[in-house]
Each structure stands twice: as structure tokens, then as C-alpha cells.
């Protein structure tokens, strides 16, 4: 009997947008597949920010679990979510091509506030936060949290004059307001936009199956941007942005760090060949260490203890 892949993917729109698509793709190869629905402690504790749960892996522990006592064949994240080093015996079998990873503002009712000295700017991301205060440092940034369809109805019920969100999340479930700027100035959390499958690395079947979803360009600037995260992060959840384009075989790379509170940035533009990208994620983390990156890890480390 031909074997069934379960899909393992968390109960939000978006996630099961994700396991949707993925499950499709598999589907039009020939496989047969099924969807397990599992819930994680992010999408459950939604009275604290998510820097406060210690961001890494709090959307992907339950998934991974399930994948380890055998209750779901292959998992779909938002790559963005998922740690840089992944759980014993899981590994990284594709990255579909990635959506626009830009960050957007949906804003209440204009974008006066903008060149106002006082605002309120919600959001449940640390990067976001500290990108937003070193723009804006007279601002005020409440936390936002819940998935997308949550907390763009929290934004019309509070009076805060705008909220930011990832342009991906809300496109792909059709829900992207009129109402919003692109913030092309803000760098996007490593690998938003992109979806990731993941198996166990015992799961012949499932690697073999999900590898022909793998899209090699995705693959490379996500995987030089988590390289980056990896080699800064140290332990710590740091307000860390890093995007990576390839253009004509070009990696054109973009990468910050900031204080949690927006006064203090380091923040990076590089290139490199596409022959050069196993490295070049690390290359560019240490340059920024050097840069004084060191001392503004230890202080934010400082801050979470």
C-alpha cells in the first residue's frame, strides 16, 4: 500500500495556508498526504511578548515532538520561526520559493503620525521594535500579539495609530489591508517569507519526497541569512535582521543589529559571489562582532537575564 505523508502544521490561517501549499505540491507529484493539526505554546500563551517566552523554537517545539514520537511524517514552518539549530534527528529537507520578506505598517486611519514626535506603533517582534525606536525613538510600541487575523482587529479596536506586520503572512492569506506602507527600510527577520519543510533524517520516504519541492535560490539566501543569525545570536534573542538577494549569480546581502530600546545599531551592506555563499553569512556576523557587535550582544544579554 502507497504511504500516506502526514503534514504536520499548527491551527493558525497562515499555518495552515503553508501546510495547504505544501501538501498540494506534494499531491501533484503523486503522493498521498493527510494534515495533522498540532498546537504550540506560542499559539497558546498569547498574554506575554514573545521575546519574553524566549523566542527560539516556542511555534516549532510541539511540531517537533510530534515528528520525534512518530505522530506526523513531515512539518511545514514559516522558516522565520523555526531555531538555526534544529532538533536531534531533524533536518531541513526543502524551502519553497520565498515570498516578499518586507515587513509592512497597516496604519488606523493616515500616516500623519509619521512626523508626529509621539505615536503608538504595536508589535509583538523585538527586531521590529528596536528598528522601529532607532527611526522613531520618541514613539511608543505596545505589544501586539495572536496570529494575523487577531491582531489586525486588535489594531482597529485599540487606538494605536498603526501596527507592522510581514507583508508575506498577509498576502497569502488575502487579508493585506489598503491602508499600509511598505517599510523598505526596515531589515526583515532571517528567512521571513520563506516556508521550510522539515523530517526526520531516519524518514528515507519523506526526504526523497519533499527534496524535489526545494528551491535552490530560497534555499541559499535563507541559508546565509540564519548563518548570520547563528554565528551573532549566541544564545540570546537579539533584535537581529539580515535579507539576502541573489542578482546576475550576486549575493547582495543587507544585515543589523540593535539595542533593545533603538539607541545603538550596527548595521552592514556586503556582496559576494553565489560560489561564495557556504561562508559568507558567517563571514559578515564576525565582521559585525568586530564591529562592536560583541559588546551590544553581551548588553542585551544582560537585559534578558
Known amino acids: 500500500m502507497e504511504k500516506t505523508i502526514r503534514i504536520g502544521t499548527r491551527e493558525s490561517q497562515l499555518a495552515l495556508w503553508q501546510a495547504y501549499t505544501v501538501e498540494k505540491k506534494l499531491n501533484d507529484l503523486g503522493y498521498l498526504t493527510e494534515i495533522v493539526k498540532v498546537k504550540s505554546e506560542g499559539d497558546i500563551v498569547l498574554d506575554k511578548p514573545l521575546y519574553e517566552l524566549g523566542i527560539t523554537g516556542v511555534f516549532t517545539k510541539a511540531l517537533d515532538i510530534a515528528l520525534i514520537k512518530g505522530s506526523i511524517d513531515i512539518a511545514v514552518h514559516s522558516m522565520k520561526d523555526v531555531p538555526t539549530i534544529l532538533a536531534n534527528g531533524v533536518i531541513q529537507t526543502a524551502v519553497l520559493e520565498r515570498h516578499?520578506?518586507?515587513?509592512?505598517?497597516?496604519?488606523?486611519?493616515?500616516?500623519?503620525?509619521?512626523n508626529h514626535d509621539k505615536a503608538l506603533v504595536a508589535t509583538g517582534s523585538l527586531r521590529r521594535r528596536a528598528q522601529w525606536l532607532n527611526r522613531y525613538p520618541n514613539h511608543e510600541t505596545p505589544d501586539l500579539r495572536g496570529n494575523v487575523i487577531t491582531r489586525l482587529q486588535k489594531l482597529k479596536d485599540n487606538n494605536w495609530d498603526g501596527a507592522i506586520f510581514a507583508q508575506a503572512g498577509l498576502e497569502r492569506i488575502e487579508t493585506k489591508p489598503e491602508n499600509h506602507i511598505v517599510l523598505d527600510w526596515m531589515v526583515p527577520a532571517p528567512a521571513q517569507g520563506a516556508i521550510v519543510v522539515v523530517c526526520l533524517d531516519s524518514n528515507e520516504f519523506c526526504k526523497e519526497a519533499t527534496q524535489k519541492l526545494n528551491h535552490k535560490p530560497s534555499e541559499i539566501c535563507t541559508y546565509i541569512e540564519r548563518d548570520f543569525l547563528r554565528t551573532l545570536e549566541g544564545g540570546c534573542t537579539a533584535p537581529i535582521g539580515a535579507l539576502a538577494e541573489i542578482k546576475s549569480n550576486t549575493i547582495h546581502f543587507r544585515g543589523i543589529i540593535t539595542s533593545i530600546d533603538g539607541k545603538q545599531k550596527i548595521e552592514l551592506q556586503k556582496t559576494a559571489d553565489i560560489s561564495d555563499y557556504q561562508d559568507f553569512g558567517k563571514k559578515l556576523a564576525l565582521d559585525v562582532l568586530a564591529q562592536g557587535g560583541r559588546e551590544l550582544i553581551e548588553e542585551i544579554r544582560k537585559k534578558q537575564s
Open 100 to 114: 516578499t520578506p518586507n515587513d509592512i505598517l497597516v496604519y488606523n486611519k493616515n500616516t500623519d503620525f509619521l
